[in-house]
């Protein structure tokens, strides 16, 4: 969880960045550049997008309670396969 709190301190200030130049635009208070929204987006996005995949491995690695059942998602292998499933205690 600590990697996942270090990527969002990595990508939140150019992130608040485009949106503030974006509430610029918006409310028309500035011109819109469409080198400036490319450059705003490539600011976050490599960042963002692997924050999301990790912070998803995160989520999945728990064991999960459902109905009594504890279902443990290997968080190495995403890929659709049944899950290994053991009964609670």
């Known amino acids: 969880m600590t990697t996942n709190l270090t990527q969002h301190e990595e990508f939140l200030p150019a992130m608040e960045a485009f ?3 974006m509430k610029l635009v918006q409310g028309g208070k500035g011109p819109y550049s469409s080198t400036k929204t490319r450059e705003g987006l490539v600011a976050f996005a490599g960042v963002l997008v692997g924050h999301l995949h990790e912070e998803v491995r995160t989520y999945l690695s728990a064991f999960i309670p459902i109905f009594g059942v504890l279902i443990h998602l290997d968080r190495n292998n995403l ?3 049944p899950p290994r499933i053991r009964l609670a205690r």
């Open 79 to 81: 890929t659709p396969s």
């Open 19 to 21: 949106e503030g130049y």
